[in-house]
């Protein structure tokens, strides 16, 4: 059974920074690109950033490009999420999502995620 936790989201003021971390179980996690998507209040869930497999590839939506990181560390089924400069339009449900392929190498669309998690709450004060 897969199973996705996302953790480490909060309350923060407009400028700061938070590290997002979504722990996986129940899959082959090195043979995977995962997805980070939100969703606000009232709008659709939005692709943030992917990472491939291996980690070799990331990619980024415009709206956080050179605002956040994406990073895996396999040896802890875990993928993470650094972002810093948040603004109020950061605000959301944070969800991650495994790719439904092996080995594929990039993907921003929700419909090529198989498995999500429960989401963590980022909400950013001005």
């Known amino acids: 059974q897969v199973q996705l936790v996302e953790s480490g989201g909060g309350l923060v003021q407009a400028g700061g920074s938070l590290r997002l971390s979504c722990a996986a179980s129940?899959?082959?996690?090195?043979?995977?690109?995962i997805g980070w998507f939100r969703q606000a209040p009232g709008k659709e869930r939005e692709f943030v950033a992917q990472i491939n497999w291996s980690g070799g590839y990331t990619y980024y939506a415009d709206s956080v490009k050179c605002r956040c990181t994406i990073s895996r560390d396999n040896a802890k089924n875990t993928v993470y999420l650094q972002m810093n400069s948040l603004k109020p339009e950061d605000t959301a449900v944070y969800y991650c999502?495994?790719?439904?392929?092996?080995?594929?190498?990039?993907?921003?669309?929700?419909?090529?995620?198989?498995?999500w998690g429960q989401g963590t709450q980022v909400t950013v004060s001005s």
């Open positions: 129940g899959l082959t996690f090195s043979s995977y690109t």
């Open positions: 999502a495994t790719d439904t392929k092996r080995y594929r190498i990039f993907t921003a669309t929700k419909e090529d995620y198989a498995y």
